[in-house]
């Protein structure tokens, strides 16, 4: 069984679409993430959320959404699209965000914006 | 700011033993953590480090020094799987990890 699943994996559209990325965690993490790596490589948080608290970089546009229908889930809406969006997307969880848990990952989803 | 600083790539050869650096400027410290990411795929977790000195997991040790800001993941008896992306991250006073570009690990045979 996968221990964090996000789809899909790869996302090509144009410019001005509205697309969603799903994300889901089996094991029974409180904590979840989204997280956006760049053509260099760095991983910048965009937002985590438990079931008490939200938490948004505030670089984030408020383009992007997060929606968590429950503990297990936690989606990644985007709105209007723009060239500059196309990275690489990775769910992650962890049980809590205090401790010293580390981070399981989702496969990531690539997305391309044209 | 906060920021992290590692080297963007190393080179090193099958059998030896290669040291990968990370200085860590943060507002506070709540632990030091190494993942590693092959090409296209997603980050796992290696070693945690809260407390100064060496933590060791088979292949792979990781060290602490929270006075100087410094961390290194020693990787011993290097194979050719081992070559991939090496990323330091550091938990600051928020409990938010800041993470550092990675470090690109390429082993020659």
């Known amino acids: 069984d996968t221990a964090v699943s996000q789809t899909p994996k790869y996302l090509v559209t144009q410019m001005g679409n509205d697309k969603s990325i799903k994300c889901e965690q089996n094991l029974g993490h409180d904590t979840m993430y989204w997280y956006k790596q760049d053509s260099k490589k760095f991983l910048k948080i965009m937002f985590s959320y438990n079931n008490k608290e939200l938490i948004i970089n505030e670089t984030v546009p408020n383009r992007f959404s997060p929606k968590s229908p429950d503990k297990a889930h936690l989606n990644l809406h985007i709105n209007s699209l723009e060239l500059g969006d196309s990275a690489v997307y990775f769910c992650?969880?962890?049980?809590?965000?205090?401790?010293?848990?580390?981070?399981?990952f989702g496969e990531g989803s690539r997305l391309t914006v044209l | 700011g906060q920021n992290i600083d590692q080297p963007t790539e190393m080179t090193a050869t099958e059998g030896a033993i290669v040291q990968i650096n990370c200085t860590y400027q943060?507002?506070?410290?709540?632990?030091l953590f190494w993942y590693q990411q092959h090409a296209g795929e997603a980050p796992t977790f290696l070693s945690y480090?809260?407390l100064d000195g060496l933590e060791e997991k088979g292949r792979f040790s990781s060290f602490l020094s929270r006075s100087k800001g410094y961390s290194y993941l020693l990787l011993k008896e290097l194979q050719m799987k081992d070559s991939a992306s090496y990323l330091c991250a550091v938990k600051d006073s928020n409990y938010q990890l800041i993470w550092g570009a990675g470090t690109k690990l390429i082993i020659k045979p």
């Open positions: 992650a969880s962890s049980q809590g965000d205090r401790e010293a848990g580390e981070l399981f």
């Open positions: 943060t507002s506070g410290f709540n632990g």
């Open positions: 480090n809260v």
